[in-house]
């Protein structure tokens, strides 16, 4: 469906609760980090030049859906194995597999839509159908 | 079913992203502020205090699903409707909705479970079953 | 000298390290978020409205100073109270004294410039001199 | 005065706020995270493994100074360069210099502590003296 891209991440203290583990919104912020992450590595721009040239914004949330199955904690080392594994006329789905060596931590999915400001409204944003140059760069 | 708390939050700019909009994991912690914010309405005893009494260390997340309508931006006061509409042996769920005045900006649910530290490793965590006294005070 | 707002905070669970007290940055982000407070508070317009008007994008920071003297932990309510102690040409400095009731838990200053878009490269920001109108609402 | 160390950090998206720069208490974040670093490098235990064999819980900051004299943004990867500056007898100081290639972003200082749990209320912490052992892995 598209090619996968390894995120590597070193917990740190202050991304762990009381509890002793991962606050799990981190896992969130390093599924983000691994979409923009993957984007790059398939050779998309950064949103900072597809603003410029196409007026994109990125690539927003329309719904995230994530199964924990084992904590983390600080001084480990994690791997996010981000890839995209649906394609809709205007949204796209991601796969993020998050493991330590062997273990499998969390695994989620995330659907986004490519956006641009919605040109009536400069403060609102508006999905656009999926740019198939920038498709093909991530098969 | 249970009670309902409302978490009210004000937005605020160092919650958004270069979007301008509120950056999507920022959700998931306040829906995890609004579920601690709930069970100290409903008069549960903060985890600080449940730890000592009785060893539980609070209600980590086994799975969350999120769906994000409209985008929310620094300058907005939002509020999460929390409550739990299903109980079960060692789980239960919550529902969070996110509005801002009529606005229904997004809707999530939250699986998680009562755990303490596993008598077995103390690195470990471990779920027990729903504490009748403390589910009663929630209904 | 300012005027002196107040900016009420719920600590929460996930605000907190595995030592089970506020994870310091958050301070800093509670500070900014109390600036952000202060200025709506004495009637200047949200940066978004400002940078429609008048190009100016915030108020980044140039320097940061904080004393720490008591942790706070989660289930408390602590406050900021923020001032502006100093006005230059072209930077202004908060004070931020945040406590618990009666506990002084820890109080910074924060060396602030209003800045506008780089005419020469949109992607710099650059410093302007204190807008009259908006010190003068502050005072 | 101490080794030095160097803690990359790629700077994604959701670091950075509305203005479209790292939003800077997440630079409060990075130092941390590479004080941490900083002494794994240096040989020193994981605070979990000092907490079990010593009752060390960290080095909670007593004081944070910083200058920030460059924006950073999405897609550059930056450097924290951590090293010790001063011992006293219950206290040190880190030095944080942040570049991103030759350019200076931003640089400060953290004053910390060894602490144990106070043993007169396990709620509270206490700074102890230096361990010499644990210096002398610095050096």
């Known amino acids: 469906m ?20 991962v606050f799990f919104p981190n896992f969130s912020r390093w ?3 691994s979409s923009g992450a993957f984007f790059l590595a398939c ?7 597809l603003l410029h040239a196409r007026g994109i914004v990125g690539t927003p949330l329309l719904e995230i859906h994530t199964r ?8 480990e080392t994690i791997e996010v194995h981000t ?9 796209f789905r991601h796969r993020h597999v998050v493991r330590r060596g062997p273990d499998l931590l969390c695994e989620g999915t995330e659907v986004r ?11 609102r944003i508006k999905a656009v159908p999926i740019p198939e ?3 093909a760069l991530c098969l």
């Open 68 to 75: 924990f199955l084992k904590p983390a904690t600080y001084g």
């Open 83 to 91: 890839s995209i594994d649906e394609w809709h006329a205007k949204t």
């Open 31 to 33: 599924m983000d980090e």
């Open 2 to 21: 598209s090619k996968t891209h390894i995120h590597r991440i070193d917990v740190h203290f202050g991304d762990c609760d009381p509890a002793g583990i």
């Open 113 to 123: 839509a490519f956006v641009i400001r919605d040109p009536d409204n400069a403060e």
């Open 133 to 135: 140059d920038l498709k």
């Open 43 to 49: 050779g998309v721009p950064p949103w900072r030049e």
